[in-house]
């Protein structure tokens, strides 16, 4: 529930983007990361996950989630500087970088967890 609540606070910190001043492809381009970021969330942990595997806890999944959560609030504030002027571009840009890398890597741990094929 808090990692849907997190996409929540990105999307709201992303409408600076489309407003009628400044909209452009980079808000198009920005909306799909965000979008792409919340369906691959979806579908691994809504549609993929064996709910009742046997011999495991669930654990790693619930710690998992503390590191998703961690990603997507560093892309969500790199998002945020990137627009403004007076930050430091190459710092957002490598803060919006890294918690991609990291969101799919805790995505890709996740997949241990995967239904059988």
Do not use: R, W
């Not at 979806?42 to 998703?68: P, R, S, V, W």
């Not at 002027?85 to 799919?104: P, Q, R």
């Amino acid at each position: 529930m808090l990692i849907i609540i997190t996409f929540g606070e990105t999307i709201i910190g992303i409408a600076d983007y489309f407003k009628p001043s400044n909209s452009s492809i980079n808000s198009i381009f920005v909306f799909f990361t965000v979008a792409s970021l919340f369906f691959a969330y979806i579908a691994e942990f809504d549609h993929l996950i064996e709910e009742k595997k046997t011999g495991q806890t669930g654990n790693l999944l619930i710690y998992l989630h503390y590191f998703i959560l961690f990603d997507l609030s560093l892309i969500t504030v790199s998002l945020k500087f990137i627009s403004e002027k007076e930050a430091n571009s190459l710092f957002a840009i490598s803060c919006l970088y890294g918690g991609m890398l990291l969101f799919y890597i805790g995505i890709t741990i996740a997949i241990t967890f995967n239904k059988p094929q």
